[in-house]
Nanobody, 115 residues
Framework: VQLVESGGALVQPGGSLRLSCAAS????????MSWYRQAPGKEREVVAV????????DYAASVKGRFTISRDNAKNMMYLQMNTLAPEDTAVYYC?????????WGQGTQVTVSS
């Protein structure tokens, strides 16, 4: 199982970013996928989850209405569209899959929101 995130950057408050997660080593379409983030000095927290089949989604209260999770099962890709970014969104963002009873994580991508 391999997960590779990309798309992190330095962005000004109010800006937007789109993160990507490329998945391999498992049948992507069969598994729910998640985005997490970890800010300096804080615990890792779930940001958004997307189901495997019907694409139903769920979001942390802090990002609801601003972030959109999506997936492309044909490309084995997951995305996180982040709008109206705020300094408190600064964190390393990770994608995760639970496969075979284990959690697999990518290496993370840094998102910094600052003027």
């Amino acid at each position: 199982v391999q997960l590779v995130e990309s798309g992190g950057a330095l962005v000004q408050p109010g800006g937007s970013l789109r993160l990507s997660c490329a998945a391999s080593g498992f049948t992507f379409s069969r598994y729910a996928m998640s985005w997490y983030r970890q800010a300096p000095g804080k615990e890792r927290e779930v940001v958004a989850v997307i189901s495997s089949r019907d694409g139903s989604t769920d979001y942390a209260a802090s990002v609801k209405g601003r972030f959109t999770i999506s997936r492309d099962n044909a490309k084995n890709m997951m995305y996180l569209q982040m709008n109206t970014l705020a300094p408190e969104d600064t964190a390393v963002y990770y994608c995760k899959v639970r496969f075979g009873g284990y959690d697999y994580w990518g290496q993370g991508t840094q998102v910094t929101v600052s003027s």
